[in-house]
């Protein structure tokens, strides 16, 4: 039997070799440990990556970041909280000085809708369940019918699949008000408040089978179902809002009063200033990016299949996060991940290529390790340890991979119904349409075929070229 990771003894060992001293304040993603270090130079990235469960290291906009994996990151980070005195409120500081302010605020959002992925990747599995145990072929296989499928599994598998878009502006209210620096309850209450029954329904309104309630003679008042903006804008306003007031009202009041006010003032703004002027653009926003991503001849898939790499290296990926879930709470589909989804077939692919013809036993054995870790859904190990290191040609051949995967796949009208899986376990977001499932599992097959076959071909056929590959840090 394996013995289990000890993650106390990891985040001790990492603190170790980074410095205690070294380290101002740390924070995490959903798959790296992030640093902010006062000397750069002073680690080494060796020892570091030799660290139990590290699957590599990279320096960027400011942060020294520590690849982890998905879940791993989370138990190092909270032994990591208990062992020493990183205050989590300092990661708005982390890369201030080195980089931009974008790049801050694309963070920032990130920060806010990564602790939501889990539960809508969750819900997109209940929902392509769904749609495979009550499809009319599969009821009729096992000698049923819709109409035999009894009220309390029907009402109880609705439970699974519709709660969480239901309530997803308090969820991210509440991820608002805990990265501002809020009380996280004062911005669920908010969200629900956004959402509660007696407005009404935003997609029963948007469907024609209700009409909203008129403030004033003019202003619709109706849920907001679905409108992201709306909820992030106001988690925003409403935790800064409750920051000023802590620190001007009395003790004896701040325990009532402030939220109170913060309450009253954010669903104020929300139902008659946000919601009226976001929901609207929202809405359009939602549809230019729809047309965009079905432009003729897949046009736009081949752009976004092409720029996301790009984004991935920048650390300006982050900002699809929004997109995505936009998309889904408004539409109930995410073509966006599927166009994007074939970085991770393309960098993988480049990355194994380059791993069986190189004569460096080092790079060998970080290629395969790294491709391993990108065909789970790991992606830095493989792009800034393997990919970009080889050469512009590696790169190439990977953005072209990925962005001709993307066109492909927006031609086909391939859409996901959730987000938050990669390359591997990717098509458990298509389960819910046997065609939608086919194609995107064929065309995430052909990325990476095409991919390894250039890099043999255009990349790695010059010896010069890989006796020249290294691990540098």
């Known amino acids: 039997m394996s013995k289990l990771p000890n993650y106390q003894e990891i985040a001790r060992k990492i603190v170790a070799l980074v410095g205690d001293d070294n380290i101002v304040s740390a924070t995490h993603c959903a798959t790296r440990l992030r640093l902010q270090?006062?000397?750069?130079?002073?680690?080494?990235?060796?020892?570091?990556?030799?660290?139990?469960?590290?699957?590599?290291?990279?320096?960027?906009?400011?942060?020294?970041?520590?690849?982890?994996?998905?879940?791993?990151?989370?138990?190092?980070?909270?032994?990591?909280?208990?062992?020493?005195?990183?205050?989590?409120?300092?990661?708005?500081?982390?890369a201030r000085d080195e980089s931009s302010a974008l790049q801050r605020g694309v963070r920032n959002i990130a920060d806010i809708f990564v602790p939501i992925i889990p539960i809508l990747g969750a819900t997109g599995l209940f929902l392509g369940l769904k749609g495979v145990l009550f499809n009319e072929t599969v009821l009729g296989a096992m000698g049923f019918t819709p109409d035999a499928i009894p009220a309390w599994l029907s009402a109880s598998v609705t439970v699974l699949t519709d709660t969480a878009f239901g309530f997803?502006?308090?969820?991210?209210?509440?991820?608002?008000?805990?990265?501002?620096?809020?009380?996280?309850?004062?911005?669920?209450?908010?969200?629900?408040?956004?959402?509660?029954?007696?407005?009404?329904?935003?997609?029963?309104?948007?469907?024609?089978?209700?009409?909203?309630?008129?403030?004033?003679?003019?202003?619709?008042?109706?849920?907001?179902?679905?409108?992201?903006?709306?909820?992030?804008?106001?988690?925003?306003?409403?935790a800064n809002l409750e920051?000023?007031?802590?620190?001007?009202?009395?003790?004896?009041?701040?325990?009532?009063?402030?939220?109170?006010?913060?309450?009253?003032?954010?669903?104020?703004?929300?139902?008659?200033?946000?919601?009226?002027?976001?929901?609207?653009?929202?809405?359009?926003?939602?549809?230019?990016?729809?047309?965009?991503?079905?432009?003729?001849?897949?046009?736009?898939?081949?752009?976004?299949?092409?720029?996301?790499?790009?984004?991935?290296?920048?650390?300006?990926?982050?900002?699809?996060?929004?997109?995505?879930?936009?998309?889904?709470?408004?539409?109930?589909?995410?073509?966006?991940?599927?166009?994007?989804?074939?970085?991770?077939?393309?960098?993988?692919?480049?990355?194994?290529?380059?791993?069986?013809?190189?004569?460096?036993?080092?790079?060998?054995?970080?290629?395969?390790?790294?491709?391993?870790?990108?065909?789970?859904?790991?992606?830095?190990?493989?792009?800034?340890?393997?990919?970009?290191?080889?050469?512009?040609?590696a790169i190439g051949v990977m953005l072209a991979s990925s962005a001709l995967g993307g066109m492909a796949l927006s031609l086909l009208g391939i859409q996901a119904n959730s987000y938050g899986l990669a390359v591997l376990l990717s098509p458990l977001m298509y389960i819910y349409d046997p065609y939608q499932l086919t194609m995107y599992v064929v065309i995430g097959i052909a990325t990476f075929i095409l991919a390894f076959v250039l890099t043999n071909v255009l990349v790695m056929g010059n010896e010069t070229i890989v006796t020249k590959v290294k691990i540098q840090h």
């Open 168 to 238: 997803l502006t308090a969820f991210i209210c509440w991820s608002a008000f805990k990265k501002v620096g809020g009380l996280p309850i004062i911005g669920f209450l908010i969200g629900l408040m956004l959402v509660f029954p007696a407005l009404p329904n935003a997609y029963a309104v948007a469907g024609g089978t209700a009409e909203p309630i008129m403030a004033f003679g003019v202003i619709p008042l109706v849920g907001y179902q679905g409108s992201i903006l709306t909820a992030l804008i106001t988690g925003i306003i409403g």
């Open 37 to 94: 270090v006062k000397d750069r130079k002073a680690i080494d990235d060796d020892q570091v990556e030799e660290v139990e469960e590290v699957k590599g290291v990279f320096y960027n906009a400011g942060q020294y970041q520590i690849i982890l994996g998905s879940g791993i990151v989370n138990k190092v980070y909270a032994e990591l909280q208990t062992l020493y005195s990183f205050n989590e409120a300092s990661k708005d500081e982390i």
């Open 243 to 393: 920051k000023k007031l802590r620190k001007v009202m009395p003790n004896a009041m701040d325990l009532i009063f402030t939220p109170f006010i913060v309450i009253l003032v954010s669903v104020f703004i929300a139902l008659f200033v946000l919601g009226p002027l976001v929901h609207g653009f929202e809405a359009q926003a939602v549809k230019l990016i729809e047309m965009f991503l079905h432009l003729p001849f897949g046009i736009g898939g081949l752009i976004i299949g092409f720029l996301y790499p790009i984004a991935v290296m920048t650390g300006m990926h982050h900002m699809f996060i929004m997109i995505e879930t936009s998309l889904i709470a408004s539409t109930g589909f995410n073509p966006l991940i599927t166009v994007c989804a074939m970085y991770g077939f393309a960098n993988a692919a480049v990355c194994l290529a380059i791993a069986l013809r190189t004569n460096s036993a080092a790079v060998k054995t970080a290629g395969i390790s790294a491709t391993v870790t990108q065909m789970l859904g790991i992606s830095e190990p493989a792009l800034f340890g393997v990919v970009m290191r080889t050469g512009m040609k």
